[in-house]
């Protein structure tokens, strides 16, 4: 079974902190992604990576940087934490080859930002 | 502009009824299109899928039907259960892009 591993399952962070939230999977995948969901507006894509030390701008990077020195880990930073980015964050990965589809999600991080 | 849409936030079905739940899609160039469930504070899980080339396919007592003269699809639940009471998640790719997801629809099943 795939399994991804998301380090913190709730966060509290005050306003102005530099924050981490560190994914990781086990399946060898090449892709992987970072969602926030909030209420109303389902799961919105903020980075990705195709491979190890590539990243790719989502729908809403803005206030974010991402990480991929390994190809398993997978990481977001929020440099200067806002109120604004409470949500829940959700990690993903998937593989290019077969079911090149399927994306298996991690349990979620729920950040809230004080 | 939103190129999945999940128009009904949410849905109330009775236990052992049909739960229908609909997306609509702008991109005729999707390959792939996916259900996903998600309950509270739990990442989502992938559900079923269907190709672009398919117009139904069914596993268990889930069915995803695609019509892409409408550009449209539909998860059907027989019966349904209190325990598919979730939020479910429309998406579609195209080659290897990243999915994109609709807004959800929250499913309430009623005992």
């Known amino acids: 079974d795939v399994k991804v591993t998301q380090s913190s399952r709730y966060l509290v962070k005050r306003t102005g902190e530099k924050v981490f939230l560190e994914c990781v999977q086990d399946m060898d995948h090449e892709n992987m992604f970072w969602y926030r969901q909030d209420p109303g507006l389902g799961l919105r894509l903020i980075y990705f990576?195709?491979?190890?030390?590539?990243?790719e701008k989502g729908d809403i990077p803005e206030g974010y940087s991402v990480s991929r020195e390994k190809k398993e880990r997978f990481s977001l930073i929020l440099e200067s934490a806002s109120t604004n980015q409470t949500s829940m964050y959700l990690c993903a990965s998937r593989t290019t080859s077969g079911r090149a589809h399927e994306q298996f999600f991690g349990p979620g991080t729920r950040l809230t930002v004080l | 502009d939103q190129q999945v849409k999940q128009n009904s936030p949410s849905l109330s079905v009775q236990e052992g009824r049909i739960s229908i739940l609909n997306c609509d899609y702008t991109n005729s160039m999707f390959d792939y299109f996916l259900w996903y469930k998600k309950y509270p504070a739990e990442g989502p899980t992938f559900l079923i899928s269907i190709s672009s080339i398919k117009d139904k396919n069914e596993d268990g007592r889930f069915t995803v039907f695609l019509n892409k003269s409408a550009k449209h699809l539909s998860l059907h639940i027989v019966p349904s259960q209190p325990g598919d009471s979730a939020v479910y998640f429309c998406?579609?790719?195209?080659?290897?892009?990243?999915?994109?997801f609709g807004k959800g629809t929250r499913l309430s099943v009623i005992a």
């Open positions: 998406a579609a790719i195209r080659g290897n892009t990243p999915l994109v």
């Open positions: 990576s195709y491979d190890v030390k590539m990243k």
